[in-house]
């Protein structure tokens, strides 16, 4: 059982940064590929990022590319997503999530879910 709760969404103006944590609870963390997701009001949740748990291996949506940057720390059991040169279309509940096995861009085939952290973007 993975518990994951995320911080550091806020209001932010275009242009602008915010990094988000996820941290996680229990001893196995490097053991689970995690990703970062995304849902706008009125639409299904995306995917945005996600990191296997060595954090060798990354992948970003393309809408994101060059700009969001996933990483983690698996002696502090917290995965980030920093977000540069945010835009209005970016304005979503973040959500993380956490799985066995190799990382996947289906929210379907994650286990583990995090509250979800607000990021606004104002334009």
């Known amino acids: 059982q993975v518990q994951l709760v995320e911080s550091g969404g806020g209001l932010v103006q275009a242009g602008g940064s915010l990094r988000l944590s996820c941290a996680a609870s229990?001893?196995?963390?490097?053991?689970?590929?995690m990703g970062w997701f995304r849902q706008a009001p009125g639409m299904e949740r995306e995917f945005v990022a996600a990191?296997?748990?060595?954090?060798?291996?990354?992948r970003n949506a393309d809408s994101v590319k060059g700009r969001f940057t996933i990483s983690r720390d698996n002696a502090k059991n917290t995965v980030y997503l920093q977000m540069n040169s945010l835009k209005a279309e970016d304005t979503a509940v973040y959500y993380c999530?956490?799985?066995?096995?190799?990382?996947?861009?289906?929210?379907?085939?994650?286990?583990?879910w995090g509250q979800g952290t607000q990021v606004t973007v104002s334009s």
């Open positions: 999530a956490a799985r066995t096995g190799p990382i996947m861009t289906i929210d379907s085939r994650y286990d583990y």
């Open positions: 229990g001893r196995t963390f490097s053991s689970y590929s």
């Open positions: 990191i296997t748990g060595s954090g060798g291996f990354t």
